[in-house]
């Protein structure tokens, strides 16, 4: 999960201050644990995403899991589901909406201004074609036609799908490790999360804590308290300004996991950057040409922190006789 790492970069600039000069704990979620932030907040944020975008486009998603679920109960109705999402065969219709859950959830994480093959191959501003799509006039009044065309700017946007989907290929899951994220969830990072609100586009639902999925696989029981009790997180504005130093906390505001994140300064060098149009880890994609001037600016910003970091621990470290003839790394940002 490549925001643990974010996470991880945090909690080893506090704990080894004197291995790490500082740390950039890009949408690292520090506060997600131990009820320090609403369960809602991700579910939320997504919501707003895509909402933002299209009014219409928010309320089909919305309307769609009674509607899928009202349909799969009527004669025929599996077969049209089958053939209006173009499932493989062998697909249980039960996980047709964990299916589109997963397109909408990635797609607002991945909400890049730019276009991307992170999670899947997308173009730039994923939730807005998304929501172009499903408001296309083609689609009319099907809901069905106007689901799969948004669902297929995450699945198919390079236009080389198969010719059915099946829900078992999941590439975040096979090829960047998140299998192992179950394990985590089931010893240490107990996430409050997965509960709705009216609002919400998501079924409504409330969060609590189950420990029924963990003992059949790993006989254990998860430790809900261990992330606060280990690395600290109530009171921690009061908390990191007395010890902590050389942090820099950014979230984008259409990541779902900013929810959790540190929003705003801590003290003179634990800073947060805030980017409102900002997604999931956007400040250390490559830059690029195309990149709009707000994260261009949060770059520039991010490496002017860190050249100060780099600054004042040198001041202080004896001076070797210069080099002239080596060069000077440099690092362009466009």
Known sequence: MEWLVAVLAAWFRLKYPHVAIGALASSAPILDFDDLTSPYSFASIVTHDFRSESESCYRVIKESYDLITHTATQPGGVEKLRSS?????????????????????????????????????????????????????????????????????????????????????????EELGANGWNWQACTEMVMPQ?????????????????????????NISPRPHWITTHFGGHKIEQVLRRFGSNIIFFNGLRDPWSGGGVLHNISSTIVAIVA???????????????????LRDVRRSEIRIIGRWLARYYHHLPHPRPNHNKRRPRVHVY
């Open 85 to 173: 999402f173009h499932l493989c065969k062998k697909e249980d219709v039960d996980s047709l909406s964990g299916w589109l859950d997963t397109a909408w959830i990635y797609t607002a994480m991945t909400d890049y201004p730019t276009p991307s093959n992170f999670l899947q191959p997308m173009p730039a501003y994923p939730v807005r074609e998304m929501c172009r799509a499903m408001d296309d006039p083609k689609t009319g009044n099907d809901s069905f036609a106007k689901l799969f065309a948004a669902a297929s700017v995450y699945y198919n946007h390079s236009g080389t799908a198969p010719a059915c989907f099946g829900f078992g290929d999941d590439y975040y899951s």
């Open 194 to 218: 997965g509960a709705s609100d009216e609002e919400s586009m998501f079924p409504v639902s409330a969060w609590s804590f189950d420990n029924s999925s963990c003992d059949p696989i790993y």
């Open 276 to 294: 409102e149009k900002g997604a999931h880890h956007v400040d250390l994609r490559s830059a690029t040409r195309e990149d709009p001037e707000w």
